[in-house]
Structures are given as C-alpha cells and as structure tokens.
C-alpha cells in the first residue's frame, strides 16, 4: 500500500466510530480530506458536525452538509483528526496543514479523539517533523528569538495567514523528551497563540494503517 492508500485505510477505519447521534468534529489535512470524502455513507449517524478550518468547512459543505459552530453544538463526541507525528502516548504534532489552533480547540472539547494516520507519523521522540507554532503577526521576531534561545530554528512559514490572521512558525531542531512539558513552555511565550503540541491533551485513539492493514492503539 502506498501512503494515500493507507490514509484512505485509516479514514475508513474511523467512520466505526461515528455511530447513530454523533457530534462530530472534523480535523485538517489530506487524511481528514478522504474521511470528508466517504462521510455521505454515514450522514444519518451525525447529529451535527463542526470543522476545525475553512478548507475542511468547504470539503464538507460541498458533500452536503451544514458545518456548525463550536458555539452552537457545545460539546463534541467524536473528533477526527490526522497528525505530522505521533508517539506510543499518543502525543502528536499537528499543524503541517498551519489549523492547529482551532484543531486543538475541538480536541478540547471532545469526548474522543482519533487520530487517523498512515505508519510513516509514528515516531520514538517528537520533533524530527518542525513544530508548527501559530503566533501573533506583531511577536513573531520576540517568539522567533525566544525560541532560539531554546535551541529551535524556527522559519517563518511565508506568505501563509492562518484562518485566525496569524502567522507560523515552524521549528526545527527542538528536543521534546517530554512533550507536555515543552508544550507548556512554548505556550507560556507572549505572542504565541498555540504550539502544535498534543500532549497534554493526546490522542485517545490512534488507527494507524500500515501494509497488514488498521491497527488500533490506546494509551
Ligand atoms: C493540519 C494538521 C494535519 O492533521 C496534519 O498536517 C496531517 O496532515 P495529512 O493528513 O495531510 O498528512 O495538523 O493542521
């Protein structure tokens, strides 16, 4: 199986977890995308849905559905996302597709979050991929150099405007032993609006496809 056949793999595997009367929220990405895509043959199980992006509010009103407000449904029951990596804790980066911020909103304010990804996210230690921080346009040199200090070489994602009108920085270079820590540190930096850390809100349910097919980890 090549990688988009296993991301088609793992969205598929999570449509299983979108039973009669979900709220649903909807992540970013190509995976998300597929999952978009085949979420007509569940339409009667999904009591509402939210996105965490305009791409993905698109993809979803073009297959016919009323995307809601996070305000207006309250809680989500099931979140579906994709990740750039993942570990065995089911910490993840997110943010490769620059809608973390509102991605980790609905995370939040989930029951469940699965995370739906081909083998090639699953890491030993987080950071290999440049963790996507989301910052105000106005601090964007005060973080850049706050995390400098941190030892990260953060690059501005260019000519890239959040759907919250910020900017990204992608750094690489971290070391992230312990990412709940990290993502706590970053967080802490005026400027920054969210660091594309998971960690201290992971995943509940990783359905990772590789060639045998999609198998299913907790924490
Ligand atoms: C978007 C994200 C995506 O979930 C992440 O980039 C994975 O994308 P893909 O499914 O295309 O590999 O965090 O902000």
């Not at 910020?166 to 802490?188: F, K, S």
């Amino acid at each position: 199986m090549d990688a988009t056949q296993k991301k088609a793999a793992a969205a598929k595997a999570a449509l299983e977890y979108i039973v009669p009367g979900t709220v649903l929220g909807v992540g970013t990405g190509s995976t998300v995308n597929m999952l978009i895509d085949m979420l007509p043959d569940v339409r009667d199980h999904i009591e509402a849905v939210v996105s965490s992006s305009k791409a993905s509010t698109a993809l979803l009103k073009e297959n016919g559905f009323e995307v809601k407000t996070l305000n207006e449904i309250g809680d989500i029951d099931v979140y579906v996302d994709g990740a750039d990596e993942c570990n065995k804790h089911l910490q993840l980066i997110k943010g490769g597709g620059g809608a973390l911020t509102r991605e980790k909103v609905l995370a939040a304010a989930a029951r469940r979050f699965v995370c739906i990804v081909d083998d090639s996210k699953l890491v030993g230690m987080l950071g290999a991929f440049p963790v996507p921080i989301e910052v105000l346009p106005m601090a964007q040199e005060f973080v850049s150099r706050r995390l400098l200090k941190m030892r990260g070489n953060p690059v501005w994602r260019d000519g890239f405007v959040t759907d919250n009108g910020n900017h990204i920085l992608d750094v690489d270079g971290l070391q992230i032993p312990n990412p709940v820590e990290m993502e706590a540190r970053i967080n802490r930096i005026p400027g920054v609006v969210t660091v594309g850390i998971f960690a201290d809100r992971p995943a509940d349910l990783l359905l990772i496809a590789d060639d045998s097919g999609v198998r299913e980890m907790r924490v």
